[in-house]
Structures are given as structure tokens and as C-alpha cells.
């Protein structure tokens, strides 16, 4: 016959124990949301007691209620209250790495919100890990262009961006570094290269102006960033750009030409060159009135008409070498001139002074 087993309370104290396993730190533990308050969270872990949530740790952006289920990590497994030191922060951000590792690896885009910027970009949390998005990965859209490198205006631009959700691409991460670098221009390059090549020279394009500096106007057309020259603004000299258009505008512009990741534009090509009617007018051997616009060490330029620049070569200034255009003209003043040559070709009209005394 058998025997029955006799249990002891030893044996009832050791298989509690055991059930009831013992914290450690660094250990990941799931658990209930008890309360929240404005500098802890308290969370159920059952037979493991409760466990303290310091609102550092919670996590950026963290939104909890009662109820919530939460992963946990242990950083301190018995405090003097009782309650476990646990921080959800961490536990996130581990569970972060791996899944940044994945998102690496597949290059699969992800979204993100930015919590706020710097001169040098955005800062952004993804999954609990804390990275960058630098100005230099933003998309032709959000790129900040601005005149003279402007930094205050950088800054506006950026911190426009900070709260919108943005489509990036992981673009290098090191754990132990702990850097997590993203971009923009990656999640999209894709799709521009198909848009690329759907574009060809002489197409109008519609873009919005997203930069405004001395030497041209940055467009965004559909991703892809476009570049109107000064020279190719207007058909008349163009001295400052902001004269012509302002960031947010939306403008059409010629492609002129396709470069490797860049449109180069032209606004003033959409319409005839007003020169080419205009310079009919002026025939070799006529006289014009026209107003001086520059000196310059070898001769002055001349208005004519509205589109038609001439010039006053130093030769027709007199005998030598040491004339001074400077001493014979004025800035903006009006003389009669005589046209001496009429080069359609190269867009070239020669004056003398109509007054000039021959030897």
C-alpha cells in the first residue's frame, strides 16, 4: 500500500517562493497601470507587488490611463516604500533598438513627428529612441532656403516642421553610440526618380517657391527641387529676386535643363524676348537717346528702351589710354548716342556720343 505524502509548510514557504520569482534588475516585466499622477505612475505587477514609475521614465509623449497594460524595465527591484524602481522609458527604447535594426535593414519607410529643432535640424523619437533628422536630409518641400544662410530664419523654418508628421527612411543607427540618424530625401527618392523621368527639357512645370536667395529662386515641383537662375528671372536685369517672387508662391517655369538630382528653370522663357521686337527700332547710323545704368573701367551701358542695353565702348571716348568713363558720364543721367553696330546674334549694340569731337 502507498504511502501518502506528507507536505510540510517548508515545502508550502519554498513552492511560494518559487512561484513568486524574485525581481532583478534589468529584468523586462509586464504590468497594469494603477494610477497616474503628476510625477509617478503606479503600476500592478500582482504577485510581485507594485511597482513605482518616476514621470521621467515614463517616455516622451507618453500617453497612459488606468488600465493600460505596460512593458517595464527593473531598475531597482525593492525600494524602501516596497515598490519596485521601474522605468517604462527604458524598456521602450530597448524594444526600440531592435525594432530601428528591422526598419534598417528593410529600409522600409516609417513616420515620425518631431518634439523640436535646432539649427541643425529635428529632433525626433521613434519607438522610444531618440534621433536626428539634419537639415541636410530634408526634402526639397521642407528644406529651409533662405538668403545669406540666414540662421534665425533657418530656425523659423525648422521649427515649423516640429509637431507635423513626416515620411522618412532610417538612414544609419548605432546602439552603443546610441545614434539614430533619419531621412526625408531617402523616403522619397523613389518616387522622384520615376517622376525624373517622366520630365524632359522644354516642359513647363508648376512649383511652389520654397527659397528666395541673391543668386535665384528655389522651387519645389511635385518633390523635386528646381533652380531659377537670376539670369533666367526676367528678360531685364534682375538685381534682386525677392523683387519678383515670395516663398509660398506658386509659379510655372520652363525646364531648361536636367542635372542629377535638380531642375534648372526658367521663368523668363515662358515669354518672347522683348528684345528681339524691340531692337528693330535702332538701325547703325541713328541717333537714340538713352540713359546711363553702369560705368565701368572700359566704358559705360546704356538704356535704349525698355529690354535693350547698349554699350559705350572707351574707345569712343577719345585718343589714349587714360580716359575716364567715370569723368565723361553720370550715373543715370540722359545723352543722345549714336549707333555705331547692331549684332542680333550675340545681342550687341555699339554707341558712340553723339556729340563726340573727331581729330
Known sequence: MATKATITMDDLLASSEAEVKQLTAGEVITGKVLSVRKHEVLIDLGAQGVGYVPRREVGFSRALKE?????????????????????????AKDRGWEEVAVKLESGEIIEVTPYDANRGGLLVEYEGVRGFLPVSQLSAEHYPRVGGSDKDEILQRLNSLVGQALKVRILDSDRKANKLIFSEKEAIKDGLAERFEKLKVGDVVTGVVTGVVDFGVFVNVEGIEGLVHISEISWERVNNPSDYVKVGQTIEAKIISIDKDRLSLSIKQLTQDPWLDEVEQFKPGSSVEGTVTRITPFGAFVQISPAVEALVHISELGDGNDVDPEKVFTLNERKTFKVLDVDKENRKISLSLADKKKK
Open 67 to 91: 488600465g493600460d497594460e505596460v512593458t517595464a524595465s527593473v531598475v531597482d527591484p525593492e525600494l524602501e516604500n516596497g515598490y519596485s524602481l521601474l522605468s517604462l522609458r527604458k524598456a
